[in-house]
């Protein structure tokens, strides 16, 4: 399944309006956006039907003061 032309085309105008230092968006390249990383399709259509940006290695803060208060027991 491809993706509509339209909304590959409004995906990458998008990206090209990001900041992306840590090149997360790499794999938005190539004619197929159902195959970028992030990207949901429909399965019939092709059309985009998600987009998830969130970041797949959040940071923590361990010297948060609250970690000190958690019970394990």
């Known amino acids: 399944m491809n993706c509509m032309e339209s909304d590959r085309e409004a995906l ?3 990206k090209n309006g990001l900041h992306d230092p840590a090149n997360r968006l790499s794999s938005w390249k190539g004619s197929n956006c159902c ?13 985009v039907i998600a987009v998830d940006l969130r970041n797949p290695h959040p940071t923590y803060n361990y010297n948060d003061e609250s970690l000190d208060r958690i019970r394990l027991d």
């Open 35 to 47: 195959h970028w990383r992030g990207i949901s399709c429909e399965n019939t259509t092709g059309a």
């Open 12 to 14: 990458i105008d998008f």
